[in-house]
């Protein structure tokens, strides 16, 4: 077995038991900080996302106000669908939030963006 850090590997002594993964506390502890800086870049760069996608809703907003459009004027702009901070249910459908903004996806494939 290797030492789990990611930079040192170092093969741990054969007689090492079944529980030890790091060759020391300094490799445990560093590798725990590796994985508090994945963990951080992650959500830095969904929250930046989620910025970019508001951007974009924003701007739509600001051209159409609130009546629908062709859905394929935002994706043509780089749209991400798959990331939103909740979901309203509303009556004619869910509501996506996205910060301050929210789209509904409406029959006949158009849009409507909400400011909230
Ligand atoms: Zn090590």
């Known amino acids: 077995m290797n030492c789990k850090y990611r930079y040192c590997g170092a093969g741990l002594p054969a007689d090492t038991n079944g529980n030890r993964h790091y060759c020391d506390d300094y490799c445990s502890y560093e590798e725990r900080l590796e994985r508090e800086k994945e963990r951080y870049n992650k959500k830095k760069s969904t929250l930046s996302e989620m910025t ?7 701007a739509c907003h600001n051209q159409y106000g609130e009546s629908p459009f062709d859905v394929n004027i935002l994706r043509s702009l780089g749209m991400n669908w798959t990331l939103y901070s909740s979901i309203l249910h509303a009556e004619f459908g869910e509501i996506r939030i996205v910060g301050s903004l929210g789209y509904i996806v409406l029959e006949n494939f158009t849009i409507l963006i909400l400011k909230f």
């Not at 970019?52 to 924003?58: A, P």
């Open 52 to 58: 970019r996608i508001e951007g974009l809703l924003r």
